[in-house]
């Protein structure tokens, strides 16, 4: 076999990433030369819904020109809620947790259906959802909210909901992170976590929801950058290398026969240790389908080069390529086609992106899904006695190396505002609260409520420290949780709080109507405080 030719079956194995709006040399280079599989697709290359299908339709031409049998997968991290690429001129869907507050999984499949409609009229055919991790460890600094609770039949039954409706839009699936990401404290874009239980532990909570959407018809499985000690004893490696995880837990007694990809092999817990083109052959060898690359040019070509430097060496089976290839065209075969691809035919289908219908249902669902934690016979406020209020909101800023820092959200304050147009408001930065603290109990001497936004309290956060300062003063204090729901844990002693999970602005202004009695907040917690 020629280099070249082999070359080509491995790029049909790696999901790559690129940066900007349009067709780069790099990206046309993996196409052309490499014959890459799939595009994963950031904020950096997301702009208006109309430039999305142009890059998309760019991508199309491009591999069709290369000679491609199928087209492209295009895939992204549309799981909604604090984990969303697109923001401009898509519907604000709500995220997971926020489904799970709910406790209606036919609303999972409704935004599952919603959602996969509109990255369809943009030209994205996978997304890289649902999110089946139990998230049962309040600490856990990359999961939360991205689960749908801590009860794993309720996230099997959620998941699964999220995952038909995906695929009912005509939009791949993938179920991820295998086999379980929910227990941890460690981010594992940063360093290796260690989840430590036993495998009948782990057959009762982490993989009940993988069985059970297995079992329903999952297209993909992404593995996770965790060590599982239960799973592959003494090896110290993560689940994405390991063929234990691969071979005997999800082919053989899980029984799943479909598409396995890693996770972004560039994120430090395989790049700070074996390294990521060393990771993609090791990968590989374990038994993985797609090899993920997201984000560096240099690094994308090197695991080409590696990988094929393996496989004629004989490191590497030739039938163990050529065996994913055929999963991947089977895939391509269901979820791809060269119909309707290119710009501008395309164009008219972005008339349901962002559309009336789809953001009623959104409202619908956040108003299902925010809930009153506490209420001490504080709310609702009364509007009519022109209470004196201050908005005291956390600066938006990604809590997780996974989230997206641009983010056209309204705040807090603007939601309340829609009430009280007086409101004053006061952003507050988590870590310079200390100093800023004598400033802000000044302030609130002249205030009758202060409404205070959190997101991500901990033990040792300053603003437990805030709160007690302002009580002892006999401060009326409504707290607001704009993402985890465990903040209340350490505010309990505030007289209301109310959790919207994620700080997308139709749960901020339900939350608000909760405040003054407009609206209702239905949810339940999906999670034990």
């Not at 329903?216 to 063929?243: C, R, W």
């Not at 909101?393 to 056209?408: I, L, S, W, Y």
């Not at 003063?473 to 409504?478: E, S």
Request: with cysteine; charged share 20%; proline share 5%.
């Amino acid at each position: 076999m020629s280099n070249k030719k082999l070359e080509r079956k491995i790029g049909q194995l790696l999901v790559v990433g690129f940066n900007g709006k349009s067709v780069t040399p790099e990206i046309r280079k993996l196409i052309h030369d490499y014959h890459v599989g799939s595009i994963i697709l950031f904020s950096r290359n997301i702009g208006e819904p109309e430039e999305v299908l142009q890059l998309t339709s760019g991508l199309q031409k491009e591999a069709k020109a290369a000679g491609y049998e199928k087209p492209l997968l295009i895939c992204l991290d549309q799981e909604n809620g604090v984990v969303s690429r697109i923001h401009q001129g898509m519907s604000p869907f709500p995220g997971s947790m926020a489904l799970g507050a709910t406790d209606n999984p036919h609303y999972a499949y409704k935004i599952g259906l919603a959602t996969g409609k509109e990255l369809k009229a943009l030209g994205i055919n996978w997304n890289l959802a649902p999110v089946l991790d139990v998230n049962n460890n309040p600490g856990n600094p990359v999961i939360g909210v991205r689960s749908f609770g801590e009860n794993p039949e309720k996230v099997a039954q959620f998941g699964e909901a999220m995952m038909k409706g995906l695929q009912d839009a005509g939009v791949m699936t993938t179920l991820k992170h295998f086999p379980g990401h929910g227990d941890t404290n460690v981010d594992s874009h940063l360093e290796l976590p260690v989840i430590s239980h036993e495998m009948e532990r782990l057959e009762k909570i982490e993989l009940v929801p993988f069985k059970a959407c297995i079992q329903a018809g999952a297209d993909s499985v992404m593995t996770a950058h965790v060590y599982f000690p239960a799973i592959a004893p003494g090896e110290n490696t993560p689940a994405t290398l390991s063929k234990q995880v691969y071979v005997d837990l999800l082919r053989k007694k899980l029984g799943f026969t479909r598409v396995i990809t890693t996770d972004c092999m560039e994120m430090k817990a395989i790049s700070k240790t074996i390294g990521t083109e060393k990771g993609a052959v090791k990968a590989l060898q374990a038994g993985t389908d797609f090899v993920m690359i997201s984000h560096t040019y240099a690094v994308q070509e090197g695991a080409i080069q590696a990988i094929a430097s393996a496989v004629e060496s004989g490191k590497l089976p030739l039938s163990r390529i050529e065996k994913s290839i055929q999963r991947i065209q089977l895939l391509k075969e269901k979820y791809t086609s060269w119909e309707g691809l290119h710009f501008p035919e395309a164009k008219a289908a972005l008339q349901i992106v962002g559309s009336k219908k789809h953001r009623q249902l959104a409202q619908t669902v956040y108003r299902e899904s925010v809930t009153m934690v506490h209420n001490h016979q504080l709310l609702p406020l009364n509007t009519g006695e022109q209470p004196e209020i201050l908005v005291l909101e956390p600066a938006h800023g990604a809590v997780m190396q996974v989230e997206d820092n641009k983010r056209n959200q309204k705040s807090l304050g603007s939601a309340v505002r829609e009430y009280v147009p007086d409101a004053a408001v006061e952003i507050y930065d988590v870590n310079e609260i200390e100093e800023a603290m004598n400033g802000i109990i000044a302030r609130a001497r002249n205030y009758d409520y202060i409404i205070l936004g959190t997101i991500t309290v901990t033990e040792h956060s300053p603003v437990i420290t805030l709160v007690n300062q302002l009580l002892k003063r006999n401060k009326k204090i409504i707290g607001v949780g704009m993402r985890n729901p465990y903040d209340f844990h350490f505010l309990q002693n505030v007289q209301a709080f109310i959790n919207t999970y994620e700080f997308s602005y139709p749960a901020l202004q339900i939350a608000a109507g909760a405040i003054f009695g407009v609206e209702e907040a239905k949810g339940t917690l999906p999670v034990n405080i």
